[in-house]
């Protein structure tokens, strides 16, 4: 297993486009965090799967984003009409449980022009 | 609610010596986590260092240990003996382990900087 895979690694997009991330946890853990984190900050929690269930969602996740987990494996985060304040690290981590296992992938950097 | 704090923005050692970086948390809940985690520049979150609300022993991981001090709210990072690897961002985090939000909360975070 070679960890939690984002993709792309970096976006660039125009204000008002639509993007979409994709992020493939380590196999066997049944829980999946996304969090966002804008330049020096930490990352804040945005939203929360277990297996392809949505169980808790952060009042930063406006209605332009959506965050979708079908079949409890991968997970998508789309963010429609993008504008500049979207522009972050966006990060996803996989867990098995409740306890340390938190495994962070690498990130997709968004930059909206 | 969870709130950590690192007010050390940034801080510089010299290659070989220790290193503290501060870490204070607030909560009202008893069962709780507290993690270190290190972000280079490549961007991702490195794992460093847990501690269990519950731990009598404060936690050790090779060159890292954390100074849990329950009473006071703190939970410092210690990194014996730096290495030019070491510099990076590092930031502490807590969360629940019991009810509640499952969701990490994090710090600002700290700039490290190991010299030669």
């Known amino acids: 297993d070679t960890g939690v895979s984002q993709d792309p690694r970096h976006k660039i997009t125009k204000r008002g486009q639509n993007v979409t991330f994709r992020c493939d946890p380590i196999?066997?853990?049944?829980?999946l965090y996304w969090y966002r984190q804008t330049l020096g900050q930490g990352p804040e929690f945005l939203t929360y799967f277990q297996n392809e269930a949505q169980l808790e969602k952060s009042r930063l996740l406006s209605d332009r984003f959506s965050a979708e987990r079908p079949k409890g494996s991968f997970s998508t985060l789309e963010i429609q009409r993008t504008e500049q304040g979207d522009s972050a690290m966006y990060l996803c981590a996989s867990s098995s449980n409740r306890g340390r296992g938190y495994t962070f992938g690498s990130g997709t950097r968004l930059t909206v022009v | 609610a969870q709130k950590i704090t690192q007010t050390q923005p940034g801080m510089f050692v010299q290659e070989k010596e220790a290193v503290t970086l501060d870490c204070t948390y607030d909560t009202s809940d008893q069962s709780y986590g507290l993690f270190w985690y290190k972000q280079p520049s490549s961007g991702e979150m490195i794992f460093l260092i847990y501690q269990g609300s519950y731990d009598e022993q404060n936690a050790t991981e090779g060159r890292y240990s954390l100074n849990f001090q329950k009473a006071r709210k703190s939970a410092n990072l210690v990194i014996s003996a730096s290495q030019l690897g070491d510099s990076a961002m590092y930031f502490c985090?807590?969360?629940?382990?019991?009810?509640?939000?499952?969701?990490?909360?994090f710090g600002k975070g700290m700039k490290l900087t190991v010299n030669p």
């Open positions: 985090a807590s969360h629940l382990t019991q009810g509640g939000s499952e969701k990490l909360v």
């Open positions: 196999s066997e853990h049944n829980r």
